[in-house]
């Protein structure tokens, strides 16, 4: 399931954030050199001597390292949930040491998938000198700054790379291929799927904005999910069967090792009445689990939702009551991949003699692939440029765009904006979003500010979640089963041993109770956790040690983050910076300006002019005392831990300190005095020297403190 594609996930991943403390005024990057008031701050205390006692707050230099570090914790925890593979160089832990292990036993690794909502889905299969890995998505939820989303660790396959033979998909998804351009090109194997779901990957490669390493080929394999094609793959056979899910081209995976058979069912829902007529392939499961199922490996989404999901086709009605009924423009806004609700807008537009437009990026795209592949049935002339929609009449036009979620750079969002380059919305215009917010993602505010902008503008919206209040059938039907269905994918299959996948841990533990009362025992279950080894042999299933697992970050341009720099980031965004820019002279050791301050994020310094002069104050008498009596670093950091106690004593915030000495003067290397040349051949003396090192320092220091606080 993808977030940004299917937004049925009710336990995806919310990310704590570190608590914030709220005393003083906060403002964007400034600097101080007007007086003014303090803007109801504290007044700072300007005796507290370098020896950092007690201040008017109270706080102690102690309080004040407690309280960075406290901030500091705050941010590595939130970091951490997104760390790279920790790398040992022990193997995985077994029940008895000194023992090599060759025993045949397949290994199922989930090295991304089993940790909230299904994300980064991606699971191996090893058995001795072969692999695959079924899945390779990445994760759109993970909220950091600059940070465009996750994708698994492969420290792994760094191990194994000779054994790897495969990449599977299950479908076209980007949290099931989204990884797949970051991390095949490191480890090299032919990807494997439907028709539908190949074209995606081709796509995705194609718009992917980093070029591929040289000499690296895409090779690709389309598989037929209707005839039962099984193919070897290593000591594996693979073979896909159809099931229905809210894109074309879906597949469960059928696995048959040299241990027994595994089924990876992907995300799935069983839809009596599919608008492609494309059924779940019910006899080819029921066939498979009378042959026998060694593991059935479910992805667990919507587990806790009762009965069935609706069919696709009960929401077709609704939009052409709506279209029949509007008075003026229609505008749809769904996911992108949903090429069978794309379908089902075009009929009913066509059927209403409206033509159709397309807008967003992703949206065309897929059309165009699925239409390229014969997956979508588009009367000729239907389609009109997005740029001709201004001129044409409002009663015979529907757009069709992205945006249902409230993304911020989203078609849909920036018509809400007045921001469309070619759209300008008006009263009588329609907007339907067919579908709900993603729970626990914070959508829902997002998509509530947008649908507050297309009001104001007298726009009337139909949204999913609201179609019972405003009159009209459903605008939107889940892409996942409820708990009826997941009960008859294990009825079908009869496996032997039960693994929940493509979830939170608090729900997959509610599939397995669901498949207990199907008549799996207990035992013969288990609850896996990112890393963790599953082996099983025809007989038994177990948990057997932990291989190298994290997350890898990704910024918008593809580029990979550091955690670090994440790290920095987070503290960045809580407790914003101070840069302290102190000039010295080298041989008296006095100030040769007043110390400047730069804050960005911190504090508004013109409101809290009584603070930034005692600090100036505190600065001053530090490099009077200290600058001479130990070397650069050591005062340095003296700077840093003195000025980090002051700002907690007066502000109760800890921002990141940057302390820049800037040395003029004195003697060069090996105790000579500098010597320059002027024009004319005239050495210069040690005074026009000093003179032209402080105008240099002066014209850097003007175009420092000139810097646009807004974009510096």
Do not use: W
């Amino acid at each position: 399931m993808n977030p940004q594609e299917n937004n049925d996930n009710s336990n995806s991943n919310s990310q704590p954030r570190p608590p914030r403390r709220q005393p003083g005024n906060r403002g964007g990057g400034n600097r101080s050199r007007s007086s003014g008031g303090n803007g109801g701050q504290k007044p700072a205390n300007n005796g507290g001597g370098n020896g950092g006692g007690q201040g008017r707050s109270g706080a102690s230099r102690g309080a004040a390292v407690r309280a960075q570090k406290r901030t500091q914790m705050d941010a590595q925890k939130i970091a951490n949930q997104y760390t790279p593979a920790q790398v040992s160089d022990q193997p995985a832990q077994r029940g008895r040491a000194n023992v090599i292990d060759d025993r045949p036993r397949l290994k199922v690794v989930g090295l991304g998938g089993m940790d909230g909502g299904g994300s980064k889905n991606m699971i191996l299969v090893e058995y001795i000198n072969d692999a695959v890995i079924m899945d390779c998505g990445n994760d759109l939820g993970v909220d950091l700054p600059g940070i465009n989303y996750g994708i698994a660790d492969t420290a792994y396959l760094e191990t194994i790379r000779h054994k790897l033979r495969a990449y599977i998909i299950t479908h076209g998804h980007l949290d099931h291929i989204g990884g797949l351009p970051h991390i095949v090109p490191k480890f090299p194997a032919p990807i494997y799927g439907s028709k539908f779901t190949i074209g995606r990957v081709e796509e995705i490669f194609e718009n992917f904005g980093l070029p591929m390493p040289e000499g690296f080929e895409l090779r690709t394999v389309t598989m037929n999910e209707d005839t039962h094609e099984r193919l070897k793959v290593g000591d594996f056979f693979v073979e896909l069967v159809r099931i229905t899910h809210s894109i074309p081209g879906s597949t469960c995976i059928v696995l048959d090792t040299p241990v027994g058979r595994i089924i990876n069912t992907g995300d799935f829902r069983f839809d009596p009445n599919p608008l492609d007529h494309e059924k779940s392939d019910y006899d080819r499961l029921t066939q498979l689990g009378n042959e026998g199922v060694l593991a059935l490996l479910s992805e667990s989404t919507t587990v806790e939702r009762q009965g069935r999901t609706p069919s696709e086709s009960t929401i077709e009605q609704s939009f052409i009551d709506i279209i029949n009924n509007a008075p003026g423009r229609i505008f749809v806004g769904l996911f992108s991949t949903n090429m069978n609700r794309v379908q089902m807008i075009i009929n009913a537009a066509v059927h209403h003699n409206r033509k159709v437009a397309m807008d967003g990026r992703s949206m065309v795209s897929t059309l165009e692939m699925a239409i390229r592949h014969g997956f979508m049935k588009v009367p000729k002339g239907t389609f009109v440029p997005i740029a001709s929609v201004p001129n044409m009449r409002d009663d015979e036009v529907v757009v069709v765009c992205t945006g249902s979620q409230g993304e911020p750079s989203s078609a849909l969002q920036r018509m809400a904006g007045g921001e469309h380059r070619h759209i300008k919305l008006k009263e009588q215009d329609t907007v339907i979003l067919s579908s709900t917010p993603i729970p626990e993602s914070g959508n829902d505010a997002l998509v509530g500010l947008m649908v507050d902008g297309l009001v104001k503008k007298g726009v009337h919206v139909f949204e999913a979640r609201n179609h019972t209040l405003d009159g009209v059938g459903p605008l939107h039907v889940s892409g996942h089963a409820s708990r009826d269905e997941y009960a008859d994918m294990i009825n079908m299959t009869k496996p032997k041993f039960f693994i929940p996948i493509y979830g939170a841990y608090r729900v997959k533990q509610r599939h397995i109770e669901l498949a207990v009362e199907q008549g799996i025992p207990r035992a013969n279950t288990v609850n896996a956790e990112n890393g963790q080894v599953i082996c099983l042999t025809p007989d038994k299933m177990e948990l057997d040690g932990e291989i190298p697992h994290g997350t890898i970050l990704v910024d918008q341009t593809g580029a990979i983050v550091s955690n670090v720099v994440v790290k920095d980031r987070l503290l960045l965004s809580e407790e914003g910076l101070v840069a302290i820019i102190l000039t010295i002279d080298k041989k008296s050791g006095n100030l040769l300006t007043s110390p400047d301050i730069i804050s960005r994020g911190f504090i508004y310094m013109r409101d809290n002019e009584e603070i930034m002069n005692g600090l100036r104050a505190e600065l001053k008498r530090a490099v009077g005392q200290r600058f001479k009596r130990v070397d650069l670093d050591r005062f340095k950091a003296e700077i840093k831990d003195h000025v980090t106690h002051y700002l907690f004593d007066a502000t109760q915030r800890s921002p990141i300190i940057i302390p820049v000495v800037n040395v003029i003067g004195g003697k060069g290397e090996g105790g000579k005095q500098d010597v320059k040349v002027a024009a004319g051949g005239r050495t210069k003396t040690a005074e026009e020297v000093a003179a032209e090192q402080q105008k240099r320092f002066e014209e850097m220091r003007a175009r420092l403190l000139s810097q646009d606080a807004r974009v510096d």
